[in-house]
């Protein structure tokens, strides 16, 4: 039977990371991959992420398997940390948290679920989106539509253009929107116009699913919620999906969550017993560490409180990237205006370059990007900057 398979395409983001590891150039830079990476161009371990690591150990007396669900008390903590502690949805249990194997995980069981329980209900879908959207829910049977996002142009969001779009969006179907730290263009939505959207959408029947991978790399945790806050105010119902990858650095644990908002705690249950028979024939049950050590961090004071630091230390350091890169290429004569990537926000933006250009970079310089231009600004470092902005003007 093997004889007949042909080689798969690679990866557009992860297969270039492969690629950038076989190149033996020693300055090479990978701006590829949304991995966070500290001053020192490595992907650092969390202080509370180690402490919390050292109580598990101390204390964890079984490897016996999680719920379908996952464990409650982590549960519990993503929706406070969605929500804020006391909010209403909580307070009437008409949420419900499942433990999901990353983020990914949780767009898959979503994607599954909509398939079978809701047959013809399409998704749509930002243009441009994170690559991985498309084919996570192609592969779940779904069918992928695109909404207009951001102004090519300005290299901001053209709110207009996106409000139109999402008037055509028929009742019953799904939208994906990016809660914060959009990938791959770090635009947002002001809390306006979140509003507006919200509005929309109640107006529409349209169905909100939210996927949250970047909660507190914009403006911090709380700041960050402003989207699904304004959200949650006009739909009653909708989707989120969430991931610890980034905020906790963990991203080889696989640590995200699924969470339903109903409209009241019956529905909730509900609609989380469909889930949960997509979870069992996907992965019958999440891994515990990861999931183990968000509960700890989340569910002491004093932990999370140095978690939000740890946090702040991290976009403050992305955000310094973002005005030194505009800085360096202003100073080096570059006449392209690159200035919008400091209003941006996250690990990602589109910087503008064409995929020839990339490909120059890649070719020439050993410097990496995904072909559509999108830069993981958090893998610029103050040693690395001077290099990577004399090559980008070379191909400019």
Not at 135 to 159: H, M, P, Q, S
Not at 163 to 192: A, F, M, Q, R, W
């Amino acid at each position: 039977m093997f004889e007949k398979v042909q080689i798969a395409p690679p990866d557009p983001i992860l297969g270039l990371t492969e690629t950038f590891k076989a190149d033996p150039n020693p300055d090479k830079i990978n701006l590829s991959v949304g991995v966070y990476k500290d001053a020192t161009g490595k992907t650092p371990i969390l202080g509370t992420v180690k402490e919390a690591e050292r109580r598990i150990l101390e204390q964890e007396n079984t490897k016996g398997y999680l719920a379908m669900t996952g464990e409650p008390v982590y549960c519990t903590q993503v929706q406070q940390l969605l929500f804020g502690e006391g909010h209403e949805i909580i307070e009437s249990k008409r949420a419900a948290t499942a433990q999901c194997p990353g983020g990914t995980g949780a767009l898959r069981v979503v994607g599954d679920y909509l398939h079978i329980v809701h047959p013809g209900a399409k998704i749509w879908l930002s243009n441009p989106t994170w690559a991985n959207h498309d084919t996570i829910f192609t592969a779940a049977g779904l069918e992928c539509e695109k909404y207009a996002y951001r102004d090519a142009e300005t290299n901001g969001l053209d709110f207009t253009a996106m409000y139109e779009s999402i008037k055509k969006i028929p009742k019953g179907d799904v939208i994906l929107l990016h809660g914060c730290c959009h990938n791959p263009t770090g635009i947002d939505p002001t809390s306006e116009q979140w509003s507006k959207i919200g509005d929309l959408l109640a107006k529409q029947g349209v169905l909100p699913l939210v996927d949250f991978a970047y909660q507190g790399l914009a403006d911090g945790i709380g700041e960050d919620r402003v989207g699904l806050l304004e959200l949650v105010k006009k739909s009653k119902q909708m989707f989120v999906c969430s991931s610890f990858s980034k905020n906790f650095g963990l991203y080889r644990e696989r640590t995200g969550a699924l969470t339903i908002v109903a409209d009241d705690e019956k529905q909730a249950n509900t609609v989380m017993s469909q889930v949960k028979l997509r979870i069992r024939y996907n992965y019958s049950n999440p891994p515990s560490h990861g999931g183990q050590i968000v509960a700890v961090v989340l569910s002491d004071p004093e932990l999370k409180t140095r978690w939000i630091e740890e946090v702040a230390e991290m976009r403050s350091r992305i955000n310094a990237m973002r005005h030194l890169f505009v800085k360096t290429l202003k100073a080096k004569g570059v006449d392209q205006d690159f200035s919008s990537i400091i209003e941006q926000r996250g690990m990602f933006s589109f910087s503008g370059l064409t995929k020839e250009q990339v490909l120059e970079l890649r070719e020439k310089y050993s410097i990496y990007i995904v072909d559509s231009g999108r830069i993981n600004v958090a893998g610029m470092t103050p040693d690395n900057m001077d290099r990577l902005c004399e090559a980008i003007k070379s191909v400019l």
